[in-house]
């Protein structure tokens, strides 16, 4: 019986091979195992946005507004999905012609070209289209923790639908995409420093600044109502990330193992330095206080993902404890700024933070530079300043867009509930329904 089985089984093993090899015959040729992990990736990925940051911030808010953060992320999920299929995905990643080096053209416009047997690199092109929609979506959604509990429900689609053309398709474009003026100025952005933490960090920021902090912020208490489901969407988030930082190498390979074993040293670096601040300064770690310095530890580490070691993994994350803490506690403390859900000194000081920290941990050993870390002819001086200018022309883009975006909003439909929609919760305002029927 044994024999009969050897020759069956010596086929399968064959097959799997040829599938799943992670050598293709040629440059252009489709790479099974490529393919396969991107395919992971791209689920991961939209599994931070759903269900992951949807309990994350959901857990954050307070019971009368939990179901409208569940229904923006999912709404964003949704539109951002439909926006990235007509004309975001060639905007941000097709030849622009003249203007190139700004924005692309509408070559790829409703996926135009992208057929079943079309390639990026060794993955297919649908696929890549479809884990870059993943990040176009988690980006506005991240924003939602800045004006949560007392925006518009059709201010913050139709916020987030002009945004995503606006800030997060130039600036994609621009980093990531060949010809683009900080990719070819040699910016290093593995996975979305700029193009999405700093984006969105930067645009809560001025989004809290413009519609205003929430009723009572400052006089009376809005503690999370429900840190279990915060709890459980950070652990989502964590695993999740895997595939964003992972997944950004775009295949199977050495350079995507050490992007996830960086990502995850520096979340429990950042986890552990929140926790540890606090322990030191009032007596007791806060669960909530752990899982933001997991998150922090997540985002700083995103842009140097696949450029840095394990050491400066760890580095970076204990730097993002330190650092995001105190920013959290500037923004909130000194400015009484009403970020509700701590976004920009999470999001928007990591996403700073690890650019820059990116120019200096870049790490030879990896196999991604020559010479001693950097591209021929490049030193630490000017990798530094190409990572400053970086996250000054992202920062200052998104401020301003953002801004004018708002006020346009703001003058068609307003961008707040009012004041007594705002005490009865969006809940029952935007949805009529309730998330806890006691």
Not at 306 to 311: E, L, T
Not at 385 to 396: D, F, S
Request: proline share 2%.
């Amino acid at each position: 019986m044994i024999k009969h089985l050897k020759l069956p089984l010596i086929g399968i093993v064959l097959f799997l091979f040829a599938c799943f090899s992670g050598n293709a015959m040629a440059e252009d040729t489709l790479n099974g195992a490529d393919t396969a992990w991107i395919m992971i990736s791209t689920a991961l990925v939209l599994f931070m946005t759903l269900p992951g940051l949807a309990l994350f911030y959901g857990g954050l808010v307070r019971t009368k507004n939990v179901l409208s953060v569940l229904m923006q992320c999912f709404a964003i999920t949704s539109i951002m999905s439909i926006l990235w299929l007509v004309a975001g995905y060639s905007l941000a990643f097709s030849d622009g012609g003249s203007i190139n080096a700004f924005i692309g053209g509408f070559d790829k416009v409703l996926f135009a070209g992208v057929l079943e047997g079309s390639l990026s690199g060794t993955i297919p092109e649908g696929l890549f289209a479809l884990f870059q929609m993943t990040f176009a979506i988690i980006t506005p959604a991240l924003i939602v923790g800045a004006f949560a509990e007392r925006a518009r429900f059709s201010a913050m689609m139709i916020f987030s639908a002009i945004w995503l053309f606006v800030v997060y398709v130039p600036v994609t474009h621009w980093v990531w995409a060949e010809g683009g003026w900080l990719f070819e100025m040699g910016l290093l952005d593995f996975a979305g420093g700029t193009v999405v933490h700093i984006t969105a960090g930067v645009a809560a920021l001025v989004t809290a600044i413009v519609i205003g902090e929430r009723r009572g912020f400052g006089v009376h208490a809005m503690a999370p109502h429900n840190l279990t489901m915060t709890v459980i969407g950070a652990g989502m988030l964590w695993v999740g990330w895997f595939g964003f930082n992972g997944g950004s190498a775009l295949a199977a390979d050495g350079n995507a193992a050490m992007a996830m074993l960086v990502t995850h040293i520096s979340a429990a670096a950042g986890a552990g330095m929140w926790a540890t601040i606090e322990w030191l300064r009032h007596g007791k770690p806060s669960v909530l206080g752990i899982v933001t310095g997991m998150v922090a530890g997540l985002g700083t580490i995103t842009p140097a993902s696949g450029f840095v070691g394990p050491a400066g993994g760890l580095a970076i994350g204990l730097t993002a404890g330190v650092v995001c803490y105190t920013a959290t506690q500037f923004i909130k403390v000194t400015l009484k700024l009403d970020d509700s859900l701590d976004v920009f000194p999470v999001h928007g000081v990591g996403g700073i933070l690890g650019t820059f920290l990116a120019g200096i941990f870049a790490s030879a050993g990896l196999g991604v530079f020559s010479g001693q870390g950097y591209a021929e002819g490049v030193t630490m001086g000017s990798q530094l300043m190409v990572q400053l200018i970086g996250i000054g022309a992202t920062g200052l883009y998104t401020a301003v867009m953002t801004f004018i975006i708002l006020k346009i909003v703001a003058m068609f439909i307003g961008l707040r509930v009012e004041r007594d929609e705002e005490t009865e919760g969006l809940d029952i305002v935007s949805h009529d329904e309730r998330g806890y029927d006691f």
